[in-house]
């Protein structure tokens, strides 16, 4: 199989930046972008060949040299959580904007957001049900990924989690629901790694869930966390019924060499 090496980062943020990082390590040859000067300048300074890039539902401004002989590009861009965002809007325009000028194979980053919120064990080919305005659009977006003239896979990634990045920070004052439900989050190594491998193996085209196959209670995971990180403890809503959903992330492992490494997430 030939590897494909030049690959472009559209939104370098958290996720972005190490999986930028990780592929350069590689060498492979990585575009970065990001909306602001400082933002360019910061990806700068870690050694990355970033861009200034702006991105709306009618428009990209900025450097378009970003594009110039990508072989793959990752979408890394989250809708905001607002119902006004026309996250889709932008999404339609650079698929355009990609089909007039180069054929190179997507990525897009999206998230198990997309399943809802009901119980069950979803997989990639499980009924959609959106119940948040990005969640909605991510959905539209995806479809028009996969729909494409350009090659396109759609990674739907779950709760992020690593060492500098956990929600127990957002949540250890608030009345945490759903106790004995269970968690569906990926870590950093293998949210990175799962991409990697996805690039990789150019040839696939479809949806992929990236979920740690450990699924641990939602309140041993936040009593474990705020405990580590030395926080009050936190507070949950015992009188929730128990709601039990859980992503199977194992498509993946089945159709590349992809295996996960975190398989504790009480670290």
Not at 131 to 138: A, H, K, N, V, Y
Not at 237 to 254: Q, V
Request: aromatic share 8%; proline share 6%; net charge neutral.
């Amino acid at each position: 199989m030939e590897q494909v090496k030049q690959v472009g980062i559209l939104g370098c943020g958290w996720l972005g930046t190490k999986l930028a990082m990780k592929l350069s390590a590689q060498n492979w040859n990585v575009n970065v972008s990001s909306t602001s000067v400082e933002g360019m300048n910061a990806l700068k300074e870690k050694g990355l060949n970033s861009f200034q890039l702006r991105l709306s539902e009618n428009s990209l401004e900025g450097d378009s040299a970003f594009f110039d002989g990508l072989d793959q590009l990752v979408i890394s861009i989250p809708p905001k959580r607002t119902e006004t965002d026309p996250y889709s809007q932008k999404i339609r325009f650079l698929l355009k904007f990609l089909q007039l000028k180069i054929n190179c194979r997507v990525i897009f980053l999206s998230s198990t957001s997309v399943y809802g919120k009901k119980k069950g064990t979803y997989h990639e080919g499980s009924l959609l049900s959106p119940d948040t305005p990005s969640s909605f659009q991510l959905i539209q977006s995806e479809k028009m990924i996969l729909e494409s003239s350009n090659p396109g896979v759609v990674v739907r990634l779950g709760g992020l989690v690593g060492p500098d990045r956990n929600p127990i920070f957002k949540l250890y004052h608030k009345l945490i629901p759903n106790p004995d439900g269970v968690l569906n989050f990926i870590h950093e190594t293998d949210a990175v790694e799962g991409i990697v491998q996805l690039l990789t193996h150019n040839e696939l085209e479809g949806v992929f869930n990236l979920v740690s196959p450990h699924h641990p209670k939602r309140k041993d995971y936040y009593l474990y966390m705020a405990n580590k990180f030395l926080l009050p403890t936190p507070k949950f809503a015992f009188h929730d019924p128990p709601l039990e959903r859980m992503i199977d992330g194992s498509k993946i492992e089945n159709q590349t060499s992809f295996s996960y490494q975190v398989d504790n997430l009480l670290i």
